[in-house]
C-alpha cells in the first residue's frame, strides 16, 4: 500500500480492526462509542502563515502567562515553556506544572558565555509550579500565591533513595524539560530531554566525551552529564522534588503513567532522537517509582527487553553494575537489541481501550519526513505484560494532511488531539509548505468525520504547540506556545512578534469555545 495515497475507505476500514505487527501500515484505527460528532468542516483559513495563533471557527484564546511574567515576589515565569499538567483542587482551582525547556541567549542576556548570563538562563529553565483560579469563566494565574514557585536549572535536587553518581546525592538543576507525566498519587513528573545541550554527554563503551554546542553551561559549571537525562518528580505540596534514577537516563519526552492489572505503576517514555527507543517502567509497589525494572521495546518480535543484569546476562559483558545499566540506558538497549524508532516522542493512553499511542516524529536520515503514530497493544491488555502488538495507527504526509506528530491527548470521548513539530528550519520549505506552520490537530472518534485529520489552530511564526492538557471539565484546553520567533538573529528585526507585538514570547494560552465543546462534551 503506497503510504502517500491512503484513501478515507482505507483509513476507516480499520476502524475496531484488530492488531497487526509493525511492518503491516494500516494508517488508522479508532474506537468508537462516543457520541456522534456532528458539522467538523475543515476551516479554510486553516493552515496558516499568518504570526498568529489562528483558531477554527467559533473557538477563541486566553493568554495565560507568558515568560518574564512574575509568579511570586522573587521568580518569573520561565523561557520556552512546554508541557502542562494539572492537579484539580475543587471546581475553580488548580495547580498546574509547566515545563520550561531551553533557553534562548538572544533573547536572554546574549551570545557571550558569561557567568551573569548563565546564571539568568538557569533561572528561567526546569518548571513552574502555578495557582489557577477560574472567575467569570476565565481562567488566572494567582499571583503570589505560596503555591506558586520554580524548580529550576539552578534547583539543588538530590537522587532517590541517597543514590550517588559521580561522587554526589545531588544534582544541581532540573534542565531540557520537555513533556511528562502525572503519577497516581498526584505528583509531577518532569522529563529531562537534550541534556547534552547544556553540559555534553559521556559515553561509557568509548569512554569519550561530547562537549555542547554554542549555550553550554559546562565552561562556568562543569557539572557531569550523569546529572542530567533523567524523570524529576515533583510534589507541588511540600516542595520534595527526586531524580527518578529508576526511570533510565536518555533525552526523555515523556512520563505517561498507566497501571498494571495487580495495580503497580508502569511509565512509559520515548528517546527523542532519530533511531533511539521506546522504553517501560514497571514499579514494584503501588505507591513508589523508586524500585522496580526498566524495560525497551522491540517492536520487531513484541517484546519488552529488561536492561537489568540479572534478567539479560548480556549486560554483565559490559556494564560493571545496575545503576551503569540505567545511566546509560541508550548503550544498554542497543546491546539487547531494542528496534530503533523515527523519534519516539509523546506517549499517551486510549481512555476507553488501554491501547498505548506513540508519536514518531520523523527520521529525515531514513526518509521518513512527516512521521506517523505507532499503536501498541499489551498482551490480555495489561500493561505489565512483557509482550506486545503493534500496528501504525497513522502515516503523516500529504494524504493525511499532518506532518511531524509530537505532544498528544486523549479527551473524555476518545478523541485524539495532536499537536505537529516541523523544525523552525524547515517550516515553509519545499516539503512542508502545504503544513502551513504547526498546528494543533483533532481525529474524531465518531461522528461523520470520524477518523479525519481535523486542523483546529495554527501557531505564530517559528513557534508549536505543545502540552495539551485539559481543563478538568474539559471545556478549555491549555496549550503551550513554544519558540516564537526562533529563527531570528537580531533582535531589531524578529522573525515574530507574537504575543505583544514587540518581541516574542513563549506563552499559556486556553482555547475554548463551542466548537472545542462539541468533540469533549458528552
Known sequence: MNKEHLSRRNLLKFIGGSSVTLSTLSPISLMTGCE?????????????????????DE??????????????????????NDHINLIPLNDKEVIMWVNHE????????????????????????????????????????VLNDPMNKGVRGDTKIPFHNDIKIKGSKNAIGTIANCSGGKTPWNTFLTCEENYHLFYGDYHYQTKSFT????????????????????VVEVNPFNDETKKLISLGRFAH???????TKDGRVVVYSGDDKEDEF????????????DEGVLYCADTINGRWLPLDLELSPELKKVFD?????????????????????????????????????????????????????????????????????????????LESNISCPDNMAFDQNANLWITTDISGKALGTAKYKKFGNNGLF?????????????????????????????????KELFLSVQHPGEMTKDLKSPTSTWPNREIPKPSVIVIKGKYLESFTQR
Open 253 to 259: 519526552e515523556s512520563a505517561t503513567c498507566h497501571k
Open 278 to 289: 521506546i522504553y517501560k517502567f514497571i514499579s514494584k509497589t503501588n505507591d513508589s517509582l
Open 211 to 230: 562537549p555542547p554546542k554554542n549555550g553550554g553551561w559546562n565552561s562556568i559549571y562543569p557539572h557531569p552529564p550523569e546529572h542530567y537525562g533523567w
Open 59 to 80: 473557538l477563541s484564546y486566553d493568554l495565560l502567562i507568558s515568560w518574564g511574567d512574575p509568579i511570586n515576589q522573587s521568580e518569573v515565569f520561565g523561557f520556552n
Open 102 to 141: 531551553y533557553h534562548h541567549p538572544l533573547f536572554v542576556g546574549g551570545w557571550e558565555r558569561t557567568k551573569e548570563n548563565i546564571d539568568m538562563e538557569r533561572a528561567l529553565v526546569g518548571g513552574s509550579i502555578l495557582k489557577l483560579k477560574k472567575a467569570a469563566n476565565n481562567w488566572q494565574v
Open 442 to 474: 483533532v481525529i474524531p472518534s465518531s461522528g461523520e468525520h470520524q477518523g479525519e485529520v481535523i486542523q483546529v489552530a495554527s501557531a505564530p511564526i517559528d513557534a508549536e504547540f505543545t502540552g495539551p492538557c485539559f481543563s478538568p471539565d474539559q
Open 321 to 397: 553494575s545496575q545503576l551503569d545499566v540505567v545511566t546509560y540506558a541508550r548503550e544498554s538497549a542497543k546491546i539487547l537489541g531494542a528496534t530503533p524508532q523515527n523519534r519516539p516522542e509523546d506517549i499517551e493512553i486510549h481512555p476507553k481501550t488501554g491501547e498505548i499511542f506513540v508519536a514518531l516524529t520523523n527520521n529525515k536520515k531514513k526518509g521518513d519526513f512527516h512521521g506517523s503514530i505507532l499503536k501498541i497493544q499489551e498482551n490480555n491488555n495489561d500493561p505489565g505484560s512483557l509482550t506486545f502488538e503493534s500496528e501504525t495507527f497513522l502515516l503523516g504526509g
Open 36 to 56: 456522534t460528532i456532528k458539522n467538523k468542516k475543515k476551516n479554510s483559513h486553516l493552515p496558516s502563515f499568518k504570526d498568529d495563533v489562528v483558531l477554527a
